[in-house]
């Protein structure tokens, strides 16, 4: 079994070079995920001078772990948001975009002949509890004149379901492919750099500077485009959003299945199928909030003995992945300030709101406005204080949590936490006994880091940063390495 995500094995890469010197440019697009990948396709025409840089390779973020489902049946989300904004129209509108994120992605898949994997599948949410089957009804009501649902009482597969929604409209596909796919396409009009990671920007008279290792970037705009945002944003990270977190795994299957499903319980099952040279089932289970240091290799082993039980014991692949929640259930994306915007929060379902987000900030971009502008607007108005205080707790209570807690009773023999001169260290032993040692504190926010053994790196357990185990940066919100002991 590797642990590592399915869809980072055997794809094809362009090389893209890393920025070495000062450069000017209309449009800077910070991230090189399916958003930012996105945006760039929408700009690609509009004979601006547009640069993507990405901190790492292009697309081995969360895109790179998803499960690659486009749909509109998104647990109960629809339902959660029609709980917190009382006017009718909330709900619907952000059904409609979703819809128009399917569409969207499917005629760039076809148009432009990505090879994708794209495939029409019958998506489903359904309950395996009787006390939620009431959720399930409330979801059809609120769907049935918007969108093409059916109520079901079983899934096409044998597993437990008090009551199941059905949409047929809905898609899964390659999601690393698909952002390759469109790096190729916009790689002759937009200069995109690959290890280029931005450390700051700066405002000079009406330009943007972007600060990397090895030169500045003079913009006019920025997309913010980087998942979880770099620097803190006032009333937004990270007080009003927290991350999730869950572990997936992919086993290999006599046959695939047309279907996608997710429930709506409190243990979250996501299952699709995928076929490549072999038959793949992928399930994401285990999820949970990300505000408390996580034991990596019990949640990973939760999630196979899952796989194993319920569906089947050849696992190849083991993986984990986190998005970012908002307390209104609604995705982040638009100006945050002049000429800085912003696209986050996708509440777990950033295949279609990435690709809405590159629509709704080039659209931005392009003419000033957006037919989605107000809905997804950055710095609305806050619709559920409760929610804002309940984050806030759970954020310092996991703050204080990592640095109380220094010594993590899942470390072992080769894993150290270790205090000289009232200063913590992280100590990883290798197979070679040779020792690395960090200091055990995120530059972002100064979080205790903990140990992930899945992946064998220093992680973040508040905000997601992951360092290898020298220290080295892998992902954000941090935007620099971890210092190291010499
Ligand atoms: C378990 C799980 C399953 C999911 N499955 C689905 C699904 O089936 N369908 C769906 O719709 N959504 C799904 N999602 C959600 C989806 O994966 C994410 O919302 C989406 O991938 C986010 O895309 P992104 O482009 O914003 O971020 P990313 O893909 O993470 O891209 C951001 C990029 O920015 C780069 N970056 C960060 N900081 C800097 C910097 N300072 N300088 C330069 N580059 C930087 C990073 O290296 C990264 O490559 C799932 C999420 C989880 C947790």
Redesign the pocket.
Known sequence: MKDRSIWLENVVRETYPTLDKDINCDVLI????????SCSYFLKNTHKNIVL????R??????????????YL?GDLIEKIKNIHDDEDTYIEYLNSQKEAICLAKKIIIENKIDCNLEPVNSFIFTNKSIKTNSIKTNYRLLKKHANVKLKNSLPIKIKCEKALEANDTF?FH?VKF?LGLAKIVQDKIAIYEN????GIDKENNYLIAH?KNGDIKAKKIVL????P?YIIPYLFPFKTTI?????VASTVDKTKSF?AINIDKNVI?L?YHKDKKNYMIL?TE?GSLNKNIDNIKKRDAAIWRMRTLFSPDIEYAW?????MTTDYLPLIGAVQENLYL??G?N???????IL?GKIISDLIKDNDSEYKDLFDPLRDEKNIPNVINYNLKNGYSFLDTKLDKKRNFYDKNVKIKKENGIYYGIYIDENKKEHKVLSQCPHMKCNLSFNYQTKTWDCPCHGSSFDIDGNII???S?ESIKIKK
Request: aromatic share 8%; proline share 3%.
């Open positions: 910070i991230g090189g995920g399916i958003t930012g990948l840089v990405e901190g790492n292009i697309c081995t973020g969360t895109t790179a772990k998803s499960t690659g489902k486009l749909t998104q899964v999601p952002v280029t990671r931005v450390t990397t485009a980087c998942h979880y770099f999730e977190k869950s572990f997936l996608s996501s699709r994401a999820s984990s992945n986190h998005d970012i696209a986050t996708y777990t379902w950033g295949m279609t709101n990435g987000a992902y954000g919100p935007k």
